[in-house]
């Protein structure tokens, strides 16, 4: 720091003999009260722009000098260090948040393996607690050493991501907690991966090899009555109802529903058009039409708007044990 200031005051003086410089040549070469007056005052215009950028060079310096030198506390340092590749320093930094652990949507091995490589995992952060923020793709995962959690608003990618982790670092027993809405896209992305996992939940174990068996073998015994593919006028039709009734110059992707869009869709509404029975469903960014019939289009009228259910590939809606379209 002190050399930063004799830097700064020996520039300064510099600065200050170039200015007078300039004066005293002015006033032996110059002739005329107004051309010296005015030549005087770019002079010392030029010399206060000088001091400015000395000034601030100075300032940048001693920030530059402060953060490299400031004392970091304990967690600063562990944090530091745990970045640097330590792992003591990390298992320190847990150590400190023992208690607590992640909340909210989470995925959690049980009584299985630890391993400290996560292969196409990018470690993006280390907070203070000891939680590694791994990056993959879009999708953020937290891992504090002994759990998984997603982001609020994770792709089915990221679930799929954080379920290949779960899987390497703690090993194929799994625990999900978290909302059933959460739990159901578990186990529905785990059965379409083709994962070798179990969960210890039996309800949702089970749920998984239902969607296992769903996505192995097509279904014969729930052929829906034959229905008609809605024309491009009908969607043409439901399109616009649904760019009036939301009101807004931009509305989302509006399609027929193909058998890639298998897996759970938020309901929107039910339509009739030209005698003919319809429903909207919303599938990430995109509004889905699908051709139904009259009783499950008088089923469909008690739902409300977001509620979740699940489309296999021929279009059969499940909503509940034991419910089908």
Same mark, same amino acid.
């Given at each position: 720091?002190?050399?930063?200031?004799?830097?700064?005051?020996?520039?300064?003086?510099?600065?200050?003999?170039?200015?007078?410089?300039?004066?005293?040549?002015?006033?032996?070469?110059?002739?005329?009260?107004?051309?010296?007056?005015?030549?005087?005052?770019?002079?010392?215009?030029?010399?206060?722009?000088?001091?400015?950028?000395?000034?601030?060079?100075?300032?940048?310096?001693?920030?530059?000098?402060?953060?490299?030198?400031?004392?970091?506390?304990?967690?600063?340092?562990?944090?530091?260090?745990?970045?640097?590749?330590?792992?003591? #320093?990390?298992? &320190?930094?847990? %150590? +400190?948040? @023992? !208690? =607590?652990?992640?909340?909210?949507?989470?995925?959690?091995?049980?009584?299985?393996?630890?391993?400290?490589?996560?292969?196409?995992?990018?470690?993006?952060?280390?907070?203070?607690?000891?939680?590694?923020?791994?990056?993959?793709?879009?999708?953020?995962?937290?891992?504090?050493?002994?759990?998984?959690?997603?982001?609020?608003?994770?792709?089915?990618?990221?679930?799929?991501?954080?379920?290949?982790?779960?899987?390497?670092?703690?090993?194929?027993?799994?625990?999900?907690?978290?909302?059933? #809405?959460?739990? &159901?896209?578990? %186990? +529905?992305? @785990? !059965? =379409?991966?083709?994962?070798?996992?179990?969960?210890?939940?039996?309800?949702?174990?089970?749920?998984?090899?239902?969607?296992?068996?769903?996505?192995?073998?097509?279904?014969?015994?729930?052929?829906?009555?034959?229905?008609?593919?809605?024309?491009?006028?009908?969607?043409?039709?439901?399109?616009?109802?649904?760019?009036?009734?939301?009101?807004?110059?931009?509305?989302?992707?509006?399609?027929?529903?193909?058998?890639?869009?298998?897996?759970?869709?938020?309901?929107?509404?039910?339509?009739?058009?030209?005698?003919?029975?319809? %429903?909207?469903?919303?599938?990430?960014?995109?509004?889905?039409?699908?051709?139904?019939?009259?009783?499950?289009?008088?089923?469909?009228?008690?739902?409300?708007?977001?509620?979740?259910?699940?489309?296999?590939?021929?279009?059969?809606?499940?909503?509940?044990?034991?419910?089908?379209?």
């Amino acid at each position: 720091m002190q050399e930063a200031r004799s830097r700064k005051a020996r520039h300064i003086d510099a600065a200050k003999r170039a200015g007078q410089i300039k004066r005293d040549t002015i006033k032996l070469t110059m002739r005329g009260r107004i051309t010296k007056k005015l030549l005087y005052m770019r002079v010392s215009q030029s010399l206060r722009s000088d001091l400015r950028q000395i000034v601030d060079r100075h300032r940048q310096d001693c920030v530059a000098i402060t953060a490299r030198y400031t004392r970091l506390t304990w967690a600063d340092w562990l944090r530091q260090q745990a970045l640097a590749g330590d792992p003591e #320093a990390l298992h &320190a930094l847990r %150590a +400190q948040e @023992a !208690a =607590r652990g992640l909340s909210g949507d989470t995925i959690v091995a049980v009584g299985t393996r630890l391993v400290n490589t996560v292969v196409g995992a990018k470690q993006d952060y280390i907070t203070k607690q000891g939680t590694i923020i791994y990056r993959v793709g879009l999708s953020a995962v937290r891992d504090d050493g002994t759990r998984l959690q997603v982001s609020r608003e994770v792709t089915n990618d990221g679930i799929d991501a954080a379920l290949r982790l779960a899987v390497q670092k703690y090993g194929t027993t799994i625990a999900v907690s978290g909302s059933d #809405a959460f739990k &159901a896209r578990v %186990a +529905q992305v @785990a !059965a =379409r991966s083709h994962l070798t996992i179990r969960f210890d939940d039996p309800t949702l174990e089970h749920q998984r090899q239902r969607y296992a068996r769903d996505s192995h073998s097509p279904s014969t015994q729930e052929t829906p009555s034959p229905l008609i593919a809605p024309s491009d006028a009908v969607v043409r039709h439901i399109a616009e109802q649904e760019r009036k009734r939301l009101q807004i110059i931009r509305t989302p992707a509006i399609r027929r529903f193909e058998a890639r869009d298998q897996g759970i869709v938020r309901f929107g509404s039910v339509e009739k058009v030209e005698g003919k029975y319809f %429903a909207l469903v919303h599938r990430q960014d995109e509004l889905l039409v699908l051709s139904i019939d009259e009783a499950t289009y008088k089923r469909l009228t008690s739902f409300t708007r977001g509620r979740t259910f699940h489309l296999n590939a021929s279009g059969v809606i499940r909503h509940g044990r034991g419910h089908r379209r």
